[in-house]
């Protein structure tokens, strides 16, 4: 397929993102910026040694500022059964910040202070170390300091297109 505008090449190319699962998180931050939350399924894994991720962000998005302040984060990894979590701070409920941290069962890190989600399949607790912009987007990478990992079979929550689904094994 040939592209012939850059809208269309945008489209185009979201259309094909929609054929990648993956697993879905919610990204917690609270320091002196106050506490925010935004689901997103764009975390990769860059190394393990040091154990480091980058998050994709778009610069419009309301966690930015307060992220930046903040330097600090949770990656909440979400299970299947925690899809409404996932709704709520993708902001399909229409719930204020504040309101989305009052329907489920939050935490803070004993270390971090960041809120982590109890039931979760893992937490990975950690502190921005680069930030670069790209296009529409903040690329953040985040070295990590703490790490809690369920033992118990659960099935994972999945983004696959533009729909919420779970593995099943």
Known sequence: MRITSSSESAQNYRDAMAKVASGVHV???DGVAGHYGITMTAVTSVTDNPPTLLLCINQKAGI?????ANGQ???????????????????????????RFLQNQWQSHPHSNQ??????????????IERHEVG?????????DHIYSDQTTKDALLYFERQFGHTAF
């Open 73 to 99: 984060l949770c990656v909440n990894v979400l299970a299947a059964d925690q899809l409404d979590v996932a709704r709520h701070f993708a902001g399909m409920t229409q719930l204020s910040n504040h309101e």
């Open 136 to 144: 529409s987007h903040s690329i953040f990478y985040v070295a990590i």
């Open 64 to 68: 930015q500022p307060v992220l930046q």
């Open 115 to 128: 809120p982590q989600l109890e039931g979760a399949l893992a937490h990975l607790h950690g502190h921005i």
């Open 27 to 29: 990204i917690t931050t």
